[in-house]
């Protein structure tokens, strides 16, 4: 008899999933959505092997359980169905925070190992009509395991992730997860509508060069999921968000003082490391 | 007999407008450069009609001498040869920054014409080397006239443009060419420094999402260039830096609260922004 994986939640990354995992090793894909347009596109594309709109009917026979829902929705879900998963089923979710997620996974009883994973793919869009097989190829699976963690299930993620076409597994903690996405993710959006707030934007329509685009292209972002993903990474992203003032307010006294020679090795010295970023490294080389 | 129109600086931009300027009118295009490396490749590649390396040789001839040096490049040169123009000449500049040019101008005499101009156009690459003529295909050309301007210098310089291939000439005031060139470039670039400022740059390598190559990408900049272009343009450069970093300051204020619907409400005013920003407006509609 085949196992049971359920997918909750198919939008782009849970439809995507579903798409990609159909056929992995004995794993019935099973997706789970609320809204009925979904259901119909996923069910007539072959998104997963089958689809409901019942939770409550294929959770508690549930092998596996990824939770591709937004921020919140996965904090909510796991309250309400913690007494509902089967004992001994993994249980992960796929979202950019992980600290929140991890802390939110505690109301779970011990039969249940959940662990936080977030494969580091995604597009500007969004919905089930998005969704391709492809959309993980050559992406990060970054996977936190937790003290309680089970090896098979460590395993069990690795083998998925491989098989979505993800091109390695970094395992790291809650901690540094949450710093990484705050940094290298979760900082821009806020630049990026905090450009868009100047007084000027509209006087400077048709002006715009090309770093002003590549800055604030991720500016029109879903006020629903960034609202989520910036409150329950609030701790991590307070800090880079202070270091990033800190580093502009540096720029901004050197150049208060009209000392070129201190400016130019202010940038010189920014330049280098950018320069030292962009070098082919481990991951260029792949 | 021939006009006599002057380039003074083959690197990119001069370069590229000695190429795009050869036939405009009844001109014979001159280069300048002190190198010999370049005046060589410019020689051997059309740059021009002609190349020299002695600016006093051509410039008590010139009817119309374009400075396409950096900034403070153009600032020496008018000091030096500021009792060589011919009587009459029209002298104008290509740099991006407008008021300190304007100003270095005043030390000519009243018998040239000095008119100060910005092809919005370029690459990430510098030389002659890297100089084409089509660079300036579908630019804005910014036109900054003075008081004093003469009518035919200003309609000489449209259809010089036009020549060049700019799809527009807007006349703007130094202040506001200044302003807008803070907020849409300069700033920018000042973001994309301070970012990799971050000490936790290295750990992120291989873990940058599009956002954050976005954002950062202007970052390994030409250190002597952007020194000049920054300190040059220090007053509007203030402005913009000092409300960006109240703008950020604000959304840290309000992710500090944790009130996610203060948040949410201030995620949509900027996205809403953006959004508008995208519209098809005049300059995209051409």
Redesign the interface.
């Known amino acids: 008899m085949k196992k049971t994986l359920v997918i909750v939640g198919l939008g782009l990354i849970g439809g995507s999933m579903a798409l990609a995992l159909k056929g992995f090793e004995d794993y019935e894909i099973v997706g789970v959505d609320v809204s009925q347009p979904t259901l119909r596109y996923a069910s007539e594309h072959g998104v997963g092997d089958r689809v409901t709109e019942y939770a409550a009917d294929v959770i508690p026979q549930a092998d596996v359980v990824a939770l591709a829902l937004h921020p919140q929705g996965i904090l909510d879900f796991l309250h309400t169905y913690k007494d509902q998963f089967k004992p001994g089923a993994l249980v992960w979710d796929v979202c950019g925070v992980k600290s929140a997620i991890l802390e939110g996974a505690n109301c779970l009883p011990d039969t249940v190992d959940f662990i936080g994973c977030h494969p580091?793919a995604g597009t500007e869009f969004s919905g089930v009509e998005h969704a391709f097989a492809e959309l993980f190829q050559g992406s990060?699976f970054l996977l936190i395991p937790r003290e309680t963690s089970q090896p098979e299930h460590l395993a069990l993620l690795e083998r998925l992730a491989a098989y979505m076409g993800c091109k390695d597994v970094h395992r790291t903690t809650a901690q540094a997860h949450d710093?990484?996405i705050a940094?290298?993710?979760q900082?821009?959006?806020?630049?990026?509508?905090?450009?868009?707030?100047?007084?000027?934007?509209?006087?400077?329509?048709?002006?715009?060069?090309s770093?002003?685009r590549?800055?604030?292209?991720?500016?029109?972002?879903d006020?629903?999921l960034?609202?989520?993903l910036?409150?329950l990474n609030?701790p991590a992203?307070?800090e880079?968000?202070?270091?990033?003032?800190g580093?502009?307010?540096?720029?901004?006294e050197v150049?208060?003082t009209?000392d070129?020679k201190a400016?130019?090795e202010?940038?010189?010295?920014?330049?280098a490391?950018?320069?030292?970023?962009?070098l082919p490294?481990?991951?260029?080389l792949e």
Chains 1, 2 share one sequence.
């Open positions: 580091m990060h710093a990484l940094y290298t993710s900082v821009m959006h806020i630049i990026a509508v905090a450009v868009c707030d100047d007084p000027t934007l509209f006087d400077c329509k048709g002006y715009e060069g770093s002003f590549g800055c604030t292209r991720v500016a029109a972002l006020v629903g960034w609202t989520q910036f409150s609030q992203l307070l880079v968000l202070d270091r990033l003032i580093n502009l307010q540096s720029y901004r150049l208060a009209g070129r400016l130019a202010k940038l010189a010295f920014s330049a490391r950018k320069r030292q970023m962009d490294g481990p991951d260029l």
